[in-house]
């Protein structure tokens, strides 16, 4: 199974869908408020209704995009960098757009998924050392190879699978059998 960052994309996840689901309930709300239409002392409340409904589909926006953001995190490891970006600058604008309660979650779910998604380190399995040349040495090796075998003898071929095994390694890089 391929590393993947797992945790950022399930926070990115809840935490766009609590944005997504913030936002609609903002836009919901700036319709009604438009169309009630006067408040008793006269004064229209169209205006006020239009920018709680502008805001609310940014939230919309929003979510779609930070949910997006978790999904390509975690079928594209190579770009969570971008990604982490990506969805902790939107956690932080949502946060300040909105001030409905399930947006705060929304936003602290978003904004440490970002944060892991920015921070995200692929494990160094076998299948990262795979691409190693033959001739690298580990740091701190003295030139031998365990017990006191010559630099001449480089690597094995393995037994079980036949795949190279570089010099000093007890077990193969590809399966994982003891030399």
Do not use: E
Not at 6 to 33: D, M, R, Y
Not at 130 to 147: L, N
Not at 150 to 177: E, V
């Amino acid at each position: 199974m391929a590393d993947k960052p797992t945790a950022a994309f399930v926070l990115s996840l809840i935490g766009g869908i609590f944005v997504l689901l913030g936002g609609a309930f903002q836009a919901f709300l700036g319709a009604v408020i438009s169309g009630i239409g006067t408040t008793a002392n006269g004064t229209s409340t169209a205006g006020v209704g239009s920018v709680v409904g502008i805001l609310g589909i940014l939230g919309i926006i929003f979510g779609i995009v930070m949910i997006l953001g978790g999904v390509m995190m975690y079928s594209n490891p190579q770009s969570h960098k971008m990604w982490g970006v990506i969805v902790l600058i939107l956690s932080i604008i949502s946060f300040a757009t909105s001030s409905f309660g399930g947006v705060v979650i929304g936003f602290l779910l978003g904004l440490i998924g970002g944060i892991l998604g920015l921070v995200y380190k692929p494990s160094m399995g076998p299948a990262a050392m795979q691409g190693q040349p033959m001739g690298s040495m580990p740091m701190g090796s003295t030139g031998t190879m365990g017990a006191g075998a010559p630099i001449g003898q480089m690597g094995m071929t393995c037994k079980n699978c036949g795949a190279s095994i570089p010099a000093g390694a007890t077990r193969c890089p590809s399966c994982g059998a003891s030399v």
